[in-house]
């Protein structure tokens, strides 16, 4: 059974970085496993040998290679959210939020945060993993059903019940903010940023000021999701990719980053919102249980954040470099660590319990983020309340 703050690790992981989407670093290029590599072959014209098979000999059939394609993907065949890398042999993540140039670049990427104004918004004030039997989900895959594989981790223990302890208590301050919203009933398309706010103490009350670690640059979020409307009364937002960095002092020494895909929101608007104060979202639907929000987490970005978390917390695990997470298709596995000197009760000790765990994520996949044929992500499904709130502006750097 994994401990506390293990249980905390993943539903923040896989929960929380569903509330918010980014435009981080570009990591396209980057990426790089045993069996999702992203970079183009060793030779300049094809195999490593540079004229065909390695052998030198061509193939069984007395046909030597000629060379490898330029690429293994074409632009059409990527999915929404990723582009096809002339230089690579698949499609990647296409640039999103500041990482855009030009015309794209979002203005709020310049913006003083001294003069930051900010739209209607709210702050959630439930937020729970939905069972696998709740049909609150998204259908991600297009097969009609809706898809929650990672409601899985609802048997780790009382997931839901350490999150919402967390939102009870102020220590995780969720906010949305409806940029450029302009009707409660019926909306001109606007955006839906999504902060993470510093903490407060109970009683949660506003107005709430933003955690500087979730803006991009300027003023603009690292977590936002495009096509935001409302019409009769029901907000949909999404589908967006998002990329996301979850701080937490006094629980993990390091950010917790992970992307995910597919990201989307529908939720029943209140009729005791009002643009001035904002935007409530009840249980005035039964069947959505409030509001929903779903989407998708690559097996690869989950290992990478891994990875990155026990290479920048975990020294005790005595790795040395070596990746604490190793990738074989879509099936991860712990390393070992016969010097791990990591005291029981810590976060990182908690990581080696959740090993056991890890190949049955092989087994979950259920969406094909990228278009290529291959499910390599585990659909996840939320619901979520939010009562009305002000934003007052963007916290200092420490």
């Given at each position: 059974?994994?401990n506390?703050?293990?249980?905390g690790?993943?539903a923040?992981?896989?929960?929380a970085?569903?509330?918010?989407s980014?435009?981080g670093?570009?990591?396209?290029?980057?990426?790089?496993?045993?069996?999702?590599?992203?970079?183009?072959?060793?030779?300049?014209?094809?195999?490593?040998?540079?004229?065909?098979?390695?052998?030198g000999?061509?193939?069984?059939?007395?046909?030597?290679d000629?060379?490898?394609?330029?690429?293994?993907?074409?632009?059409?065949?990527?999915?929404?959210?990723?582009?096809?890398?002339?230089e690579?042999?698949a499609?990647?993540?296409?640039?999103?939020?500041?990482?855009l140039?030009?015309e794209?670049r979002?203005?709020?990427?310049?913006?003083a945060?001294?003069d930051?104004?900010?739209?209607?918004?709210s702050?959630?004030?439930?937020?729970?993993?939905?069972?696998?039997d709740?049909?609150?989900?998204?259908?991600?895959?297009?097969?009609?059903?809706?898809?929650?594989?990672?409601?899985i981790?609802?048997?780790?223990?009382?997931?839901?019940?350490?999150?919402?302890?967390?939102?009870?208590?102020?220590?995780?301050v969720?906010l949305?903010?409806h940029?450029?919203?302009?009707?409660?009933?019926?909306?001109?398309?606007?955006?839906?940023?999504v902060?993470?706010?510093e903490?407060?103490?109970?009683?949660?009350?506003?107005p709430?000021?933003?955690?500087?670690?979730?803006?991009?640059?300027?003023?603009h979020?690292?977590?936002?999701?495009?096509?935001a409307?409302?019409e009769?009364?029901?907000?949909?937002?999404?589908?967006?990719i998002?990329?996301?960095?979850?701080?937490?002092?006094?629980l993990?020494?390091?950010?917790?980053?992970l992307?995910?895909?597919?990201?989307?929101?529908e939720?029943?608007?209140?009729?005791?919102?009002?643009l001035?104060?904002g935007?409530?979202?009840?249980?005035?639907n039964?069947?959505?249980?409030?509001?929903k929000?779903?989407?998708?987490?690559?097996v690869?970005?989950?290992?990478?954040?891994?990875?990155?978390?026990?290479a920048?917390?975990?020294?005790?695990?005595?790795?040395?470099?070596a990746?604490?997470?190793?990738?074989?298709?879509?099936?991860?596995?712990?390393?070992?660590?016969?010097?791990?000197?990591?005291?029981?009760?810590?976060?990182?000790a908690?990581?080696?319990?959740a090993?056991?765990?890890?190949?049955t994520?092989?087994?979950?996949?259920?969406?094909?983020?990228?278009?290529?044929g291959?499910?390599?992500?585990?659909?996840?499904?939320?619901?979520?309340d939010?009562?009305?709130?002000?934003i007052?502006?963007?916290g200092?750097?420490q």
């Amino acid at each position: 059974m994994l401990n506390r703050k293990m249980i905390g690790l993943l539903a923040l992981l896989l929960s929380a970085g569903l509330s918010l989407s980014a435009c981080g670093d570009d990591d396209a290029g980057k990426k790089d496993n045993n069996t999702n590599n992203t970079q183009p072959d060793a030779g300049d014209e094809g195999d490593t040998a540079g004229e065909g098979d390695t052998t030198g000999e061509g193939d069984a059939t007395g046909d030597a290679d000629t060379s490898d394609p330029e690429t293994g993907c074409e632009q059409d065949t990527c999915a929404e959210g990723y582009e096809c890398n002339a230089e690579a042999t698949a499609c990647v993540p296409a640039p999103t939020g500041c990482d855009l140039t030009g015309e794209d670049r979002p203005a709020r990427c310049d913006e003083a945060p001294a003069d930051a104004e900010f739209g209607p918004s709210s702050i959630v004030t439930a937020f729970r993993i939905a069972e696998s039997d709740e049909n609150c989900c998204f259908d991600l895959n297009g097969n009609g059903e809706p898809d929650n594989a990672l409601s899985i981790v609802n048997s780790l223990g009382d997931v839901n019940g350490g999150i919402q302890g967390s939102i009870e208590s102020g220590s995780l301050v969720l906010l949305f903010e409806h940029d450029g919203l302009d009707d409660l009933a019926n909306s001109s398309p606007y955006t839906l940023n999504v902060w993470l706010g510093e903490s407060v103490e109970a009683p949660v009350t506003g107005p709430f000021v933003i955690d500087p670690t979730s803006v991009d640059q300027g003023t603009h979020p690292q977590a936002s999701l495009p096509n935001a409307k409302i019409e009769n009364g029901v907000l949909t937002a999404g589908p967006g990719i998002v990329d996301i960095s979850v701080s937490l002092e006094g629980l993990l020494d390091a950010p917790l980053s992970l992307r995910i895909s597919k990201a989307q929101i529908e939720a029943t608007v209140d009729a005791s919102s009002t643009l001035e104060d904002g935007v409530v979202i009840k249980d005035a639907n039964p069947a959505l249980n409030g509001g929903k929000l779903g989407g998708a987490v690559r097996v690869d970005d989950l290992v990478s954040a891994v990875n990155s978390f026990a290479a920048a917390s975990c020294e005790c695990l005595g790795l040395e470099g070596a990746d604490f997470v190793n990738l074989e298709g879509v099936a991860p596995s712990c390393a070992d660590t016969p010097n791990n000197t990591c005291e029981a009760d810590s976060t990182c000790a908690s990581l080696t319990q959740a090993c056991g765990f890890l190949p049955t994520i092989g087994i979950l996949v259920d969406v094909d983020t990228d278009g290529d044929g291959e499910d390599d992500a585990l659909s996840i499904g939320t619901t979520f309340d939010t009562d009305a709130a002000k934003i007052s502006g963007i916290g200092s750097v420490q």
